[in-house]
């Protein structure tokens, strides 16, 4: 076989020669499948490596596998997306399979179409990243395709989940706020086009904890939430409302990251200081959060971990696993400088 640059192609072959191993030690190797030694195993990776052998996808396709596995982003703007996508790759490495990863959108139709690419192009599993689509949706795309959901609680028999505690994330943030003297405890929460069950998305889940606590520390009547989006702008949006009211709060907890660092904004522009004025927590722990000049106090749900498991559950789907598995991360709360005691 003659490559387009007019040199032989490296085959299994030549592989297998080099490592001195069977041509099927080889193929298990570039499956992922057991039964190769951890030494053998080493050598094969390493010839692989040396020769520059690249399994054709098409040759692949035709015994049934590609060896890529598709992701399906809302957006690729969430700085927490990209903590997911470590992950995933750190699990992928080694194992032959690569990531393709698509745009979803902010409608159903657009992710449907992404879903269907995807699936058009024999990928051998797919991760959903907080999906749009109904729960009947993805189980019939995970009777054809095996999937795994990200950042969705509910329970399927035919896909596996990995998500976030998101009401202990939530009601950690709150109690840090009312723990330093807060009382007038705002919220930014999440709208979006999903047709799930309200009780499974994380957004809602998150706000309703928020309520909770505060009724349970007596403060319910000093409820407040802005209903915006989970990015910049939205944050900007929320907090404008939310400052806007009288009396305004002293501390605001956004719903992500990237809402929090747009309500620092409308903070910023209405003369007004974090954290002597207003205190600002986020969700999600984002690089942005841990830099010198924001130290946005946040919740970290370990994007990496998801990631990763999420390749793991993937992989062992595509290797035959039916039952269904349901993994959930548990937050911890990272305390910065962007929250403090309220003004006197």
Partial sequence: MVARNGRRRVTIADVASH?????????????NASGVGPAAKHRIQTAIEELGYRPQAT????????????????????????DILDGLCEQLADT??????????????????????????????????????????MEEVAQETPIVVLARHEKSTVYDSVFDDDDTGAEAVVNHLIELG??????????????AQPGELLHVIRAEAYKRVMREHGLGDEIAIATAFYNEKGGYDGARELLSRSPRPTAIFAGADQAAIGALAAVHEAGLSV??????????????????NIALTSVDQDGAVMGRTAGRLLLERIEGRMSAVRFSVTPKLVTRRSTAPPPM
């Fill in 182 to 195: 807060h009382r007038r405890i705002a919220h930014i929460t999440h709208q979006d086009n999903s047709i």
């Fill in 275 to 292: 954290p002597a004025d207003v205190s600002i927590a986020g969700y999600d722990n984002t690089l942005l959060a841990a830099l010198p």
């Fill in 96 to 137: 032959g399979y690569q990531p393709i990863m698509v745009q979803g959108g902010v409608t159903r139709k657009a992710e449907r179409q992404a879903v269907d690419a995807l699936v058009d192009r024999q990928v051998d599993g797919i991760i959903m990243v907080a999906p749009l689509a109904s729960k009947t949706r």
């Fill in 19 to 31: 490592a001195q191993v069977s041509t099927t030690a080889v193929s298990k190797v570039i499956r």
């Fill in 59 to 82: 040759a692949r396709g035709m015994r049934g596998r590609t060896f890529t596995i598709g992701m399906v982003l809302p957006h690729i703007r969430n700085p927490f997306f990209a």
